[in-house]
Nanobody
Framework: QVQLVESGGQLVQAGGSLRLSCTVS????????VGWFRQAPGKEREFVAG????????EYADSVVGRFSISREQAWSTVSLQMNSLNLEDTAVYYC??????????????????WGKGTQVTISS
């Protein structure tokens, strides 16, 4: 199996930056895609960004294009999410997820097989 552990969430002022990390362990050889999702209070979980574990290809939600950047460091089995120009709407619990296949589309949460427990990101005005 695969385990994912998020870290880096904290309270940040609007306009600031934050870097989240996801440490991936276990059978990493079977992972095809690693994605970041977020869930704000009272809202559904939504896709933020995804990266091909072997290819390095990336995909972003429209709401974060130009502000967020996803990257992976295979040697350390880590996927990072650099978040810049943060605003109040970015407040959410951020989850890291892993999928054995990306055929259903990277933005669809049901396509992911494993999930971390999440890390809280709070943006203050």
């Amino acid at each position: 199996q695969v385990q994912l552990v998020e870290s880096g969430g904290q309270l940040v002022q609007a306009g600031g930056s934050l870097r989240l990390s996801c440490t991936v362990s276990g059978r990493t050889s079977i992972i095809e895609v690693v994605g970041w999702f977020r869930q704000a209070p009272g809202k559904e979980r939504e896709f933020v960004a995804g990266i091909g574990w072997r290819t390095g290809l990336t995909e972003y939600a429209d709401s974060v294009v130009g502000r967020f950047s996803i990257s992976r460091e295979q040697a350390w089995s880590t996927v990072s999410l650099q978040m810049n120009s943060l605003n109040l709407e970015d407040t959410a619990v951020y989850y890291c997820s892993g999928a054995v296949s990306g055929t259903v589309g990277w933005s669809r949460s049901y396509g992911y097989n494993w999930w971390g427990k999440g890390t809280q990101v709070t943006i203050s005005s």
